[in-house]
């Protein structure tokens, strides 16, 4: 019987990997329009992306076939990021059709390696919120719920990085120059927006004042779709995103006016609009084309949303809040909730009231940080420049605002008003946008608990107190899909072996693997695993860096974006530390490290650039001196980005999560790294705490001031001069820095950082946390020395971080948050 069907089994995929080839070969032929004899990796890489698509397109048309026969409530994602990275070992892996996909391309003689090496990453995001939306969408899809994905089609995404001299230089990411396969344009269902111009008020027959706006420019989104395929034959979802293009309808305007060269110009302007995303950190205020940008893609997507609505119920809105529910991923998009009243009053005429309750059945806004830098604020008259209509509804927004809730509650204290007001007052006046998501919205949630926990204590209290139950907690995670079986397949088959091959939907299932932790045969394989992906990153390293690292060696891995508060500095001085301590000692006893670094700064972020250079420097000379006996690697990884994390994190011994206590709200790139093995040095911040309550102390490195702490050290005055006269190796450190010891000839060329942290005042207790976060290094270097005793810890991480799926996070939305119930799709 077992027999029959595994020959069953065989004979299928032996078809299935025949009519793959066949398809890739007719797409190579037909799409392509090339030979066997003469195609390139690319051309290979395009057809097979081709053939793929005919599943992804049957999977398609399916889901949205299901979805409008069955009239679904559906989630609609609201994102000015969308951190995609690539797609083709993806879909394959979605689609079931991995090895089958290997196969026939090995049997046409190419290497599937070589054809994923093809793909731009699809780079339209900065950091850990956008790969989050990214990890959100393909796990709705996995799990039949019906949504759709709402964005920007930026021409270019996040800019890439090379060194120059240690340097960080950025240059434009045109990942679609030569088009994307994975995209498809639908000039049915572009839209048209307006910006500028004035309002008018005008009275109708019966004598009611209306709003009439008059804008002074129009232009047009066009959407583009990327099907998301859901994991092992769910359902197909869409990412939609908008590209703008000027209007045609204003440009025969000015084209018969005579201004061929103004309508030229204004052509371009249209453009800009979704030309470039905005590298986060910088502060935005006052960037009119970042406000322009959020408009635009809210705008588009709600006239999408509404006629997909009108569809079914014609003008009858009474069910629209039952059918569609808005997460707004930040207060990027928070700029919807004035639209889409300016529509229901202005455009439906419907009565304010019933369209402030409309409004706030869909809405659901996520707090991703408290950073008061990233807490968005518009200059108010930018914004009435831009928007004349959007800012009268804010004003009555806030109005009934501060009197219905504010006023009822706390009468005559101007104070609170003061506070809460959405308008904020001052020299200049600002519209918070975080006041208005609050305020629009049914839910508000943060991204880890003692995130959640700050939203409402430090940040929205007075909120909290009007609404209590509108605040809740939906702690990350990410995609196991991506982020272990795709990235990690060594160790997604030993998995399959050890727990069985459904942990990908199913991920608590890996704490099978706790059984066997101290088992030596495990230990073996798992051990020999993390060798062989290490040698992988060993030979990408030197491709990338012609720097020579030992596989042997521990790999201590920081990636992500570069931050004073997630204090690579810190990282910098251990290894400073390490460094000194070989120099005064040669035969200083420590397992060899190599320390491993990805990250982009802002380009207008001095300090995070002077960081970036420093460790180069430092790098440099660790690397090229002889008295280190490679005990120390400094490795700054170019351009890193979602494609280059799929290597490193499969090949990382130590995780580097050292964020002061209270800044970092959640972080994600701390679940990956636990889940491939790697064992976490980090403060009690954002969801490492939650990594140390699943993994156990045992299992993880904790060191640091605690947000209470932190606190506490505020308030009592901290002073970073007292750690600087009181630890001898770390006023030897910083001084280092200031003489041309790592820049010969130039003293002082590494100095920021020490500035920084001594007359800066160390704004995120770098020197606080030093000494602890040398112990909590000094533990790692004893754990590793234990080979089975390391080997235990990396597989007890791999099996505790079930929790940390997006799959998780994304049931936590659905039943504290969407409630959508999953539709299956029907063939
Ligand atoms: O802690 C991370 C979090 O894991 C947080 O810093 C990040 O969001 C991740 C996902 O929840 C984040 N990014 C931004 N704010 N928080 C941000 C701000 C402005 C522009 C772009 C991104």
Same mark, same amino acid.
């Given at each position: 019987?077992?027999?029959?069907?595994?020959?069953?089994?065989?004979?299928?995929?032996?078809?299935?990997?025949?009519?793959?080839?066949?398809?890739?070969?007719?797409?190579?032929?037909?799409?392509?329009?090339?030979?066997?004899?003469?195609?390139?990796?690319?051309?290979?890489?395009?057809?097979?992306?081709?053939?793929?698509?005919?599943?992804?397109?049957?999977?398609?048309?399916?889901?949205?076939?299901?979805?409008?026969?069955?009239?679904?409530?559906?989630?609609?994602?609201?994102?000015?990021?969308?951190?995609?990275?690539?797609?083709?070992?993806?879909?394959?892996?979605?689609?079931?059709?991995?090895?089958?996909?290997?196969?026939?391309?090995?049997?046409?003689?190419?290497?599937?390696?070589?054809?994923?090496?093809?793909?731009?990453?699809?780079?339209?995001?900065?950091?850990?919120?956008?790969?989050?939306?990214?990890?959100?969408?393909?796990?709705?899809?996995?799990?039949?719920?019906?949504?759709?994905?709402?964005?920007?089609?930026?021409?270019?995404?996040?800019?890439?990085?090379?060194?120059?001299?240690?340097?960080?230089?950025?240059?434009?990411?045109?990942?679609?120059?030569?088009?994307?396969?994975?995209?498809?344009?639908?000039?049915?269902?572009?839209?048209?927006?307006?910006?500028?111009?004035?309002?008018?008020?005008?009275?109708?027959?019966?004598?009611?004042?209306?709003?009439?706006?008059?804008?002074?420019?129009?232009?047009?989104?066009?959407?583009?779709?990327?099907?998301?395929?859901?994991?092992?034959?769910?359902?197909?979802?869409?990412?939609?995103?908008?590209?703008?293009?000027?209007?045609?309808?204003?440009?025969?305007?000015?084209?018969?006016?005579?201004?061929?060269?103004?309508?030229?110009?204004?052509?371009?302007?249209?453009?800009?609009?979704?030309?470039?995303?905005?590298?986060?950190?910088?502060?935005?205020?006052?960037?009119?084309?970042?406000?322009?940008?959020?408009?635009?893609?809210?705008?588009?997507?709600?006239?999408?949303?509404?006629?997909?609505?009108?569809?079914?119920?014609?003008?009858?809105?009474?069910?629209?809040?039952?059918?569609?529910?808005?997460?707004?991923?930040?207060?990027?998009?928070?700029?919807?909730?004035?639209?889409?009243?300016?529509?229901?009053?202005?455009?439906?005429?419907?009565?304010?009231?019933?369209?402030?309750?409309?409004?706030?059945?869909?809405?659901?806004?996520?707090?991703?940080?408290?950073?008061?830098?990233?807490?968005?604020?518009?200059?108010?008259?930018?914004?009435?420049?831009?928007?004349?209509?959007?800012?009268?509804?804010?004003?009555?927004?806030?109005?009934?605002?501060?009197?219905?809730?504010?006023?009822?509650?706390?009468?005559?204290?101007?104070?609170?008003?003061?506070?809460?007001?959405?308008?904020?007052?001052?020299?200049?006046?600002?519209?918070?946008?975080?006041?208005?998501?609050?305020?629009?919205?049914?839910?508000?949630?943060?991204?880890?608990?003692?995130?959640?926990?700050?939203?409402?204590?430090?940040?929205?209290?007075?909120?909290?107190?009007?609404?209590?139950?509108?605040?809740?907690?939906?702690?990350?995670?990410?995609?196991?899909?991506?982020?272990?079986?795709?990235?990690?397949?060594?160790?997604?088959?030993?998995?399959?072996?050890?727990?069985?091959?459904?942990?990908?939907?199913?991920?608590?299932?890996?704490?099978?693997?706790?059984?066997?932790?101290?088992?030596?045969?495990?230990?073996?394989?798992?051990?020999?695993?993390?060798?062989?992906?290490?040698?992988?990153?060993?030979?990408?390293?030197?491709?990338?860096?012609?720097?020579?690292?030992?596989?042997?060696?521990?790999?201590?891995?920081?990636?992500?974006?570069?931050?004073?508060?997630?204090?690579?500095?810190?990282?910098?001085?251990?290894?400073?530390?390490?460094?000194?301590?070989?120099?005064?000692?040669?035969?200083?006893?420590?397992?060899?490290?190599?320390?491993?670094?990805?990250?982009?700064?802002?380009?207008?972020?001095?300090?995070?650039?002077?960081?970036?250079?420093?460790?180069?420097?430092?790098?440099?000379?660790?690397?090229?001196?002889?008295?280190?006996?490679?005990?120390?690697?400094?490795?700054?990884?170019?351009?890193?980005?979602?494609?280059?994390?799929?290597?490193?994190?499969?090949?990382?011994?130590?995780?580097?999560?050292?964020?002061?206590?209270?800044?970092?709200?959640?972080?994600?790139?701390?679940? @990956?790294?636990? /889940? =491939?093995? &790697?064992?976490?040095?980090?403060?009690?911040?954002?969801?490492? #705490? $939650?990594?140390?309550? +699943?993994?156990?102390?045992?299992?993880?490195?904790?060191?640091?001031?605690?947000?209470?702490?932190?606190?506490?050290?505020?308030?009592?005055?901290?002073?970073?001069?007292?750690?600087?006269?009181?630890?001898?190796?770390?006023?030897?450190?910083?001084?280092?820095?200031?003489?041309?010891?790592?820049?010969?000839?130039?003293?002082?060329?590494?100095?920021?950082?020490?500035?920084?942290?001594?007359?800066?005042?160390?704004?995120?207790?770098?020197?606080?946390?030093?000494?602890?976060?040398?112990?909590?290094?000094?533990?790692?270097?004893?754990?590793?020395?234990?080979?089975?005793?390391?080997?235990? @810890?990396?597989? /007890? =991480?791999? &099996?505790?971080?079930?929790?940390?799926?997006?799959?998780?996070? #994304? $049931?936590?939305?659905? +039943?504290?948050?969407?409630?959508?119930?999953?539709?299956?799709?029907?063939?």
């Amino acid at each position: 019987m077992k027999k029959t069907s595994t020959a069953k089994a065989a004979n299928a995929a032996n078809t299935a990997t025949e009519q793959l080839k066949e398809s890739i070969i007719k797409h190579l032929h037909s799409t392509l329009g090339t030979d066997v004899n003469k195609a390139s990796h690319q051309a290979w890489w395009r057809a097979t992306c081709a053939a793929v698509n005919e599943q992804v397109y049957d999977g398609l048309r399916n889901t949205q076939r299901t979805h409008y026969e069955q009239d679904t409530r559906a989630l609609h994602y609201f994102s000015l990021e969308y951190l995609m990275g690539r797609m083709f070992s993806n879909n394959l892996h979605n689609l079931g059709i991995y090895q089958n996909a290997k196969q026939a391309l090995a049997e046409l003689g190419l290497d599937i390696a070589d054809l994923e090496q093809q793909e731009e990453d699809m780079a339209l995001g900065n950091g850990g919120l956008g790969r989050l939306a990214a990890c959100f969408i393909e796990s709705l899809a996995t799990l039949n719920y019906p949504a759709v994905g709402y964005g920007i089609h930026y021409e270019n995404g996040l800019f890439q990085q090379s060194f120059q001299d240690g340097r960080q230089i950025e240059r434009p990411d045109s990942w679609r120059e030569y088009g994307n396969p994975w995209e498809i344009c639908r000039p049915e269902s572009v839209q048209e927006i307006a910006v500028y111009g004035y309002v008018e008020t005008v009275f109708d027959l019966q004598g009611q004042m209306k709003k009439v706006w008059h804008p002074g420019r129009i232009i047009k989104g066009v959407p583009w779709d990327i099907p998301i395929v859901g994991y092992d034959g769910s359902a197909v979802n869409v990412l939609r995103l908008w590209e703008s293009r000027a209007s045609d309808f204003f440009n025969w305007d000015v084209f018969n006016s005579g201004g061929y060269i103004d309508a030229a110009r204004e052509n371009v302007e249209a453009e800009n609009i979704s030309k470039v995303l905005y590298p986060n950190d910088e502060t935005d205020a006052g960037k009119e084309l970042r406000l322009i940008q959020q408009y635009f893609f809210c705008s588009c997507s709600l006239k999408d949303i509404i006629r997909r609505y009108k569809r079914r119920h014609g003008d009858d809105w009474s069910h629209f809040g039952k059918q569609v529910v808005i997460q707004l991923n930040d207060t990027h998009p928070a700029v919807a909730i004035p639209e889409l009243m300016r529509i229901l009053v202005d455009r439906a005429e419907m009565a304010w009231d019933d369209a402030w309750a409309i409004c706030q059945q869909v809405f659901a806004y996520t707090n991703h940080t408290l950073l008061p830098e990233a807490l968005e604020k518009w200059p108010l008259r930018l914004f009435e420049k831009v928007l004349p209509r959007h800012i009268e509804i804010i004003y009555e927004i806030n109005r009934r605002f501060l009197l219905e809730q504010v006023e009822m509650r706390w009468p005559g204290d101007d104070a609170k008003k003061r506070k809460l007001s959405i308008i904020e007052e001052g020299h200049e006046q600002m519209v918070r946008m975080g006041h208005l998501s609050v305020v629009g919205s049914f839910k508000v949630n943060g991204v880890a608990e003692i995130h959640s926990k700050l939203v409402k204590s430090d940040l929205f209290p007075e909120m909290v107190a009007l609404w209590p139950d509108k605040f809740t907690n939906v702690t990350n995670g990410v995609t196991p899909r991506r982020w272990l079986k795709a990235c990690n397949p060594r160790l997604a088959t030993l998995l399959d072996a050890k727990v069985g091959d459904d942990w990908p939907t199913d991920l608590k299932k890996l704490h099978k693997l706790a059984d066997f932790a101290k088992d030596p045969a495990l230990q073996d394989n798992f051990m020999a695993i993390k060798q062989q992906n290490k040698a992988d990153l060993a030979r990408e390293i030197k491709k990338l860096t012609r720097i020579e690292v030992d596989p042997a060696a521990l790999f201590d891995v920081q990636i992500k974006r570069l931050h004073e508060y997630k204090r690579q500095h810190l990282n910098l001085l251990h290894i400073l530390a390490l460094y000194r301590r070989i120099l005064q000692n040669p035969d200083y006893d420590m397992v060899p490290r190599v320390f491993l670094f990805g990250a982009k700064a802002a380009p207008g972020y001095k300090l995070a650039k002077e960081i970036i250079y420093a460790i180069n420097k430092v790098a440099d000379k660790i690397n090229h001196d002889k008295r280190v006996k490679n005990r120390i690697k400094v490795v700054f990884m170019p351009n890193y980005r979602v494609s280059l994390a799929e290597k490193m994190i499969p090949a990382a011994d130590v995780s580097e999560q050292i964020s002061t206590a209270g800044k970092e709200a959640s972080g994600t790139g701390n679940m @990956k790294l636990a /889940l =491939n093995g &790697a064992i976490t040095v980090g403060t009690l911040d954002g969801a490492n #705490i $939650e990594i140390a309550e +699943e993994v156990g102390a045992d299992n993880i490195a904790i060191f640091g001031l605690t947000v209470d702490e932190v606190k506490a050290l505020y308030e009592s005055g901290y002073n970073s001069y007292d750690y600087y006269h009181n630890n001898p190796e770390l006023k030897a450190i910083l001084d280092w820095l200031e003489t041309d010891y790592f820049t010969p000839g130039k003293p002082g060329e590494l100095v920021a950082i020490k500035r920084s942290l001594l007359e800066g005042g160390d704004p995120y207790l770098v020197l606080a946390d030093f000494e602890s976060y040398l112990a909590a290094q000094q533990k790692v270097d004893t754990w590793y020395r234990d080979k089975a005793l390391w080997a235990e @810890k990396a597989i /007890l =991480n791999t &099996a505790s971080v079930g929790k940390f799926t997006s799959d998780r996070s #994304i $049931e936590d939305y659905v +039943e504290r948050v969407w409630q959508l119930k999953p539709c299956r799709i029907k063939n």
